[in-house]
């Protein structure tokens, strides 16, 4: 089975704060996500990486940074945090197809 | 512009009855439509999906059918059952390393 695990459930920080989430998978995908999840609002993409060393902006990259140095591993930076990124955040990893998400880290920023 | 519909947002069934969920695409390039189920607290899981060569394809009590030339594809879940509460979401993906486009989701519950 495909394994995508986020480095935390839960994470409380405080406005302007450095906020890194981790995710990592086992099954060497190329393809690694991240989304955020509002009621209402549905997934929405931050970032996406086709390859070690590559990402490319998705919907919504404002405040969002990502790293990803080696291929199973792909990093979400939110720089200054802000109480408007509180929110559910997950990672993805893709075969083909096939989307595998983690379960996510709900971040509260105060 | 959103590239996929999701319809309704949300959804009472009672339990044993049929639950349907519609998408609506524009881009005629789409060429895989998974469905996906996310139970609170959870990652979004893959629970079916189907490729437009076809019309129909069952899994269980669960059937997604595709009609091309409306543009449009509904998850059915058929005997509708307490555990199968939870939020769905329908997405569009074309070949290539392009990202999966996701519908904004329905919220299912379904009450004995």
């Known amino acids: 089975d495909v394994k995508v695990t986020q480095s935390s459930r839960y994470l409380v920080k405080r406005t302007g704060e450095k906020v890194f989430l981790e995710c990592v998978q086992d099954m060497d995908h190329e393809n690694m996500f991240w989304y955020r999840q509002d009621p209402g609002l549905g997934l929405r993409l931050i970032y996406f990486s086709y390859d070690v060393k590559m990402k490319e902006k998705g919907d919504i990259p404002e405040g969002y940074s990502v790293s990803r140095e080696k291929k199973e591993r792909f990093s979400l930076i939110l720089e200054s945090a802000s109480t408007n990124q509180t929110s559910m955040y997950l990672c993805?990893?893709?075969?083909?197809?096939?989307?595998?998400f983690g379960p996510g880290t709900r971040l509260t920023v105060l | 512009q959103q590239q996929v519909k999701q319809s309704p947002q949300s959804l009472i069934v009672q339990k044993g009855g049929i639950s349907i969920i519609n998408c609506a695409y524009e881009n005629t390039a789409f060429d895989y439509f998974p469905w996906y189920q996310q139970f609170p607290g959870k990652g979004p899981a893959l629970l079916i999906a189907i490729r437009p060569d076809v019309s129909e394809k069952k899994e269980g009590r669960f059937t997604i059918s595709f009609n091309k030339s409306a543009k449009q594809f509904s998850l059915h879940i058929m005997d509708s059952q307490p555990g199968d509460s939870a939020t769905y979401f329908c997405a569009v993906i074309s070949a290539g390393n392009t990202p999966l486009v996701f519908g904004k989701g329905t919220r299912l519950s379904v009450i004995a």
């Open positions: 993805a990893s893709r075969l083909a197809e096939k989307q595998f």
